[in-house]
């Protein structure tokens, strides 16, 4: 587990004892890609780390940039811009890999940068939209914070392998 995920991790454990509030709270990790905010439950991510090289792999799609090693697993690397339909955009100082699991499915994910630990009361988190409800699309939800609206991800589904 990275450095940085344990710290989100110790600071969220610091800041709640009460297991009745806690219970109503739902914990993610936030990060951007492009001009949006995702988020994804904090217990599905294995790793955040730094980018580092990584090899390509033919006949996939563009969004699968190749595959890399941790630790002896080899896992497929996926540019959450490309699969999100945005224009690519080169590395900086800024760019993570999250690497998330779901049961035996792990997958890596370039986002554009980190933003936070967020906790959000499950009262405050809202049905995917109209135009992306059902089975197939990657939206789990809505979560509604004071100043911001944040787009929750399903793991399960950005792990599916459709390449």
Request: aromatic fraction near 6%.
């Amino acid at each position: 587990m990275s450095d940085k995920l344990k710290q989100i991790i110790k600071k969220q454990n610091q800041k709640d004892t009460n297991q009745e509030h806690v219970d109503n709270v739902v914990q993610l990790v936030g990060f951007v890609i492009g001009d949006e905010e995702y988020a994804v439950p904090i217990l599905s991510i294995q790793e955040i780390i730094k980018p580092f090289p990584w090899t390509r792999v033919p006949q996939v799609p563009k969004y699968v940039v190749g595959v890399f090693n941790m630790r002896g697993a080899v896992i497929p690397l996926i540019d959450l811009r490309l699969k999100f339909g945005l224009s690519p955009k080169k590395h900086n100082e800024e760019t993570r890999f999250i690497v998330m699991r779901d049961g035996d499915d792990v997958a890596g994910f370039v986002i554009d940068r980190l933003t936070m630990a967020i906790r959000i009361k499950k009262s405050n988190i809202g049905p995917a939209p109209d135009t992306a409800s059902g089975d197939n699309t990657v939206i789990d939800g809505v979560g509604k914070q004071e100043d911001r609206i944040i787009t929750i991800l399903k793991v399960k589904k950005l792990l599916q392998r459709d390449f």
